[in-house]
C-alpha cells in the first residue's frame, strides 16, 4: 500500500527557520516525482515544486522559486520542505503528494499525505 | 503560468441532482487536467484524469469532459458525500489548481 506520512505541525515564529518531511512506503521511492501543495486557510491549492528523488531533480512554481528548498533523502524514502526564514504569510497547511508512473515531468497526484499545519507567529 | 479558472465557485444542490462544474485554461491545454475532491479537514483525492479517465475506486457517477480550453467535472447524481470542495488542475505546463468549487447541500 502507498503511503506518505507527514511530520507533525508546527509553530514557528518569524525569521525563523523549518524543514518538514514526507515519508514514502509501499512503492520505489527513487522512481516517482513527489511535491508539495500549499494551502492557506480558508483558500485554494498552490503547487510549489516538485523533486525526483532518483536524480533530485527539481522544479518550482515560479511562485515560490527562491522561497523554499524542495529536497530528498532517498536512503529513508523521504522528501522535504523547508525555509531559511519563516513569514507569517508562510502560515498554511502544506502537503506532500506522488505523481503517477509516468514519464511525464509535470503530471498530477494520485497520492497524498495527511498534511503538516505550519503556523507562523510572533 | 496557465491561469485556470473555476465556475462556479460554490453551488447548492440538493442529493440526486446532476451537478456540472467547469474549468476554462487561459490557453489549451490538451487534456492535462485533474479533477481532485476535498472535504474538510482532509488531504484532495484525485478523481479523474487526463480529463476524462477515472481513477481506480471512483464511483462511476463521476465523469468528466472537455477539450481545448474548456473542461467539465459532471457528478451525474449527487450522493451526501459528494458535498465537498472540487479543484481542477492543469499539468500540460507548471501545473496550477482552479480556485475550487465548494458544493454544499441545498
Known amino acids: 500500500e502507498v503511503q506518505l506520512v507527514q511530520s507533525g505541525a508546527e509553530v514557528k515564529k518569524p525569521g525563523e527557520s523549518l524543514k518538514i518531511s514526507c515519508k514514502g512506503s509501499?512503492?520505489?521511492?527513487?522512481?516517482?516525482?513527489i511535491g508539495w501543495v500549499r494551502q492557506m486557510p480558508g483558500k485554494g491549492l498552490e503547487w510549489m515544486g516538485i523533486?525526483?528523488?532518483?536524480?533530485?531533480?527539481?522544479r518550482y512554481s515560479p511562485s515560490f522559486q527562491g522561497q523554499v528548498t524542495i529536497s530528498a533523502d532517498k536512503s529513508i524514502s523521504t522528501a522535504y520542505l523547508q525555509w531559511s526564514s519563516l513569514k507569517a504569510s508562510d502560515t498554511a497547511m502544506y502537503y506532500c503528494?506522488?505523481?503517477?508512473?509516468?514519464?511525464?515531468?509535470?503530471?498530477?497526484?494520485?497520492?497524498w499525505g495527511q498534511g503538516t499545519l505550519v503556523t507562523v507567529s510572533s | 503560468d496557465i491561469q485556470m479558472t473555476q465556475s462556479p465557485s460554490s453551488l447548492s444542490a440538493s442529493v440526486g441532482d446532476r451537478v456540472t462544474i467547469t474549468c476554462r485554461a487561459s490557453?489549451?491545454?490538451?487534456?492535462?487536467l485533474a479533477w481532485y475532491q476535498q472535504k474538510p479537514g482532509k488531504a484532495p483525492k484525485l478523481l479523474l484524469y487526463a480529463a476524462s479517465r477515472l481513477e481506480s475506486g471512483v464511483p462511476s457517477r463521476f465523469s468528466g469532459s472537455g477539450s481545448g480550453t474548456d473542461y467539465t467535472l459532471t457528478i451525474s447524481s449527487l450522493q451526501p458525500e459528494d458535498f465537498a470542495t472540487y479543484y481542477c488542475q492543469q499539468y500540460y505546463s507548471t501545473p496550477t489548481f482552479g480556485q475550487g468549487t465548494k458544493v454544499e447541500i441545498k
Open positions: 509501499g512503492y520505489s521511492f527513487t522512481s516517482y516525482w
Open positions: 523533486i525526483y528523488p532518483g536524480d533530485s531533480d527539481t
Open positions: 503528494a506522488r505523481h503517477p508512473a509516468t514519464v511525464t515531468t509535470f503530471d498530477y497526484f494520485d497520492y
Open positions: 490557453q489549451g491545454i490538451s487534456n492535462s
